[in-house]
């Protein structure tokens, strides 16, 4: 019985997050056409509310593009993947009506993320094309780099909290929220949380203006489809798992979550590319040392205490 209701409830999270994920394209576009002073989808239904099915229609009904040298089977698994380990990576937030109250969630959460290194590098080397292959390697080397920080700062709440249980982490913020204590590496967890989804002013994986759309170049229909639905639900996810980790979670962390949401979108309507030289140095020399140093400081007074 327990077995039927965790499946239940699954389907549902599902479900919820991929219309979710619909929305967010749509807001997206909208938010995109303001900053640029245009309207953004109007037309389809009433202010264009039914434009991502009717893009989703479009995209999935689509033949799909078999480059001649690619390597078949990494090829069309590559997008699947990407989008099951996504959704796989939402079982660990905690919900009202329960679902899976994990012990090690914070730790399963890196194993999801790191693991979209490979579907994400399949997906560019498999397309046997030089411009999805390079868009990967920069991909790769970019979220393996980022991922070294974003796992400090989630070692600093851990230290606070003594816990890698995303409740036990809620409950610790009772008085007083995580992001009062850890403003730096809240601020760093934002910017590497830019970096590892790929997004402007990270968005070398997909540099459309050297790369023709880098890593997902040779893909059209569903296989893009998926591609697009494994970024904006991880978008969506380190938004509101940003509304656990430092607001406490609960009605407030979800605000935060949608605020986050908007951010990430709003900064890539006004912001440009960043140098490629520049995002390692600010990750190995910059953020590395700030998190260790506050981590070590975080230690020594959670010892002291």
């Known amino acids: 019985m ?80 990407m989008l099951f380990m996504m959704l796989l990576g939402w079982v660990i937030y905690p919900l009202l009506f329960g679902l899976f109250d994990y012990e090690y969630g914070i730790l399963f959460f890196l194993c999801c993320t790191s693991f979209s290194v490979y579907t994400l590098f399949g997906s560019g080397w498999a397309s046997n094309s030089k411009y999805a292959l390079l868009g990967a390697l920069r991909g790769v080397a970019q979220t393996i780099s980022y991922e070294v920080s974003m796992a400090l700062i989630l070692l600093g ?21 995580f992001v009062f204590l850890l403003m730096p590496l809240f601020y760093i967890w934002l910017i590497s949380g830019l970096a590892e989804l790929n997004r402007t002013p990270f968005d070398f994986a997909e540099g459309e203006s050297e790369l023709v759309s880098g890593f997902n170049v040779e893909y059209s229909g569903g296989g893009f489809a998926m591609l697009f639905m494994a970024e ?53 020399k910059s953020f590395l040392p700030i998190s260790l140093n506050y981590i070590l400081l975080c230690f020594c007074v959670v010892l002291y205490l």
């Open 2 to 81: 327990e077995f039927v209701f965790f499946m239940v409830n699954f389907l549902v999270l599902i479900v919820m997050v991929l219309i979710s994920v619909a929305f967010v394209t749509l807001f997206e576009r909208k938010v995109l056409g303001y900053i640029q002073i245009r309207k953004g989808p109007n037309k389809v239904s009433m202010v264009g509310i039914l434009q991502p099915f009717a893009d989703a229609i479009s995209l999935f009904t689509k033949s799909l593009s078999y480059p001649f040298y690619m390597n078949y089977y990494i090829y069309y698994l590559s997008p699947a993947v």
């Open 157 to 177: 709440v851990v230290i606070l909290s003594f816990s890698y249980m995303l409740n036990i982490i809620v409950k610790y913020q009772h008085l007083v929220w």
């Open 232 to 284: 904006y639900g991880s978008i969506l996810f380190i938004s509101f798992l940003t509304g656990i980790l430092f607001f406490g979670g609960g009605y407030m962390g979800a605000l935060i979550g949608l605020v986050m949401s908007f951010t990430i979108i709003w900064i890539r309507g006004v912001l440009p590319r960043f140098r490629y030289d520049k995002l390692m140095f600010l990750a190995w």
